[in-house]
């Protein structure tokens, strides 16, 4: 946050919003033990931060995976706290950015957790319907259900540099084939080279990169806005 936005530009939203266990679900731990060693080990309720923000004076949404919470993994807050950034994005008509960092959809909500790819999907698909410019940002490591909807969904695809993306992983893959992968198999540059992403980027060029898309692409738009956030935000 402090590297991508203006400095004291972040407001969070929907801080509060915290992971249930209606499966009561436990594998070598119970679940509600994951969490709670989760948020004492990162000091986060959960695997993203969203909120309003501003790069180079643009306001945004903006959401942020950590892959410390759970390897990122998205559950059903995850799900609902990245839509609801999306429809706040849509609602203020400013850019959205994802930064995902994900090891896919969390296993301890099952089919709770599937459905969250769906939501964010046609969250991701209003914010197409009303015009509003939505990119996201893959970085280490970005798998599973992520990559497979809101991860991949930008209008622009920006892969940080060296990073590993994709939906099974590399073991999986070979086992499954039986055949050697190349050995820069589903890196950031591989993708960019195949077609899967729009650019890479190294982190600490990530703000001038995304504030120059955001300039490119809302030049012309008057609803896009530089705004002071602290003040709009309710």
């Given at each position: 946050?402090?590297?991508?936005?203006?400095?004291?530009?972040f407001q969070e939203i929907n801080d509060g919003m915290l992971p249930s266990d209606p499966l009561?679900?436990?594998?070598?731990?119970?679940?509600?033990?994951?969490?709670?060693?989760?948020?004492?080990?990162?000091?986060?309720?959960?695997?993203?931060?969203?909120?309003?923000?501003?790069?180079?004076?643009?306001?945004?949404?903006?959401?942020?995976?950590?892959?410390?919470?759970?390897?990122?993994?998205?559950?059903?807050?995850?799900?609902?706290?990245?839509?609801?950034?999306?429809?706040?994005?849509?609602?203020?008509?400013?850019?959205?950015?994802?930064?995902?960092?994900?090891?896919?959809?969390?296993?301890?909500?099952?089919?709770?957790?599937?459905?969250?790819?769906?939501?964010?999907?046609?969250?991701?698909?209003?914010?197409?319907?009303?015009?509003?410019?939505?990119?996201?940002?893959?970085?280490?490591?970005?798998?599973?259900?992520?990559?497979?909807?809101?991860?991949?969904?930008?209008?622009?695809?920006?892969?940080?540099?060296?990073?590993?993306?994709?939906?099974?992983?590399?073991?999986?893959?070979?086992?499954?084939?039986?055949?050697?992968?190349?050995?820069?198999?589903?890196?950031?540059?591989?993708?960019?080279?195949?077609?899967?992403?729009?650019?890479?980027?190294?982190?600490?060029?990530?703000?001038?990169?995304?504030?120059?898309?955001?300039?490119?692409?809302?030049?012309?738009?008057?609803?896009?806005?530089?705004?002071?956030?602290?003040?709009?935000?309710?």
């Amino acid at each position: 946050i402090e590297q991508l936005l203006d400095e004291g530009s972040f407001q969070e939203i929907n801080d509060g919003m915290l992971p249930s266990d209606p499966l009561e679900f436990i594998d070598t731990a119970p679940y509600k033990e994951r969490q709670k060693g989760s948020r004492a080990k990162t000091g986060l309720n959960e695997a993203v931060i969203t909120g309003i923000g501003a790069i180079g004076g643009w306001e945004v949404a903006i959401a942020i995976m950590d892959f410390a919470y759970m390897g990122g993994s998205m559950g059903s807050v995850v799900g609902e706290k990245v839509t609801r950034l999306i429809e706040a994005g849509i609602e203020r008509k400013v850019p959205i950015i994802a930064i995902t960092s994900s090891g896919g959809a969390r296993m301890q909500e099952s089919s709770l957790s599937l459905m969250q790819m769906a939501k964010t999907s046609c969250a991701v698909a209003r914010a197409n319907e009303e015009g509003i410019l939505y990119l996201t940002v893959l970085t280490e490591p970005t798998f599973g259900g992520v990559t497979a909807s809101f991860g991949t969904l930008g209008d622009i695809i920006i892969a940080e540099q060296g990073a590993r993306i994709g939906f099974a992983g590399r073991r999986v893959i070979e086992q499954t084939i039986r055949q050697k992968l190349p050995a820069d198999f589903q890196t950031a540059e591989y993708l960019l080279k195949y077609g899967q992403v729009d650019l890479v980027s190294h982190r600490k060029d990530l703000k001038s990169t995304l504030e120059k898309l955001i300039r490119i692409h809302t030049k012309n738009t008057s609803t896009m806005k530089k705004a002071k956030v602290k003040e709009s935000v309710g």
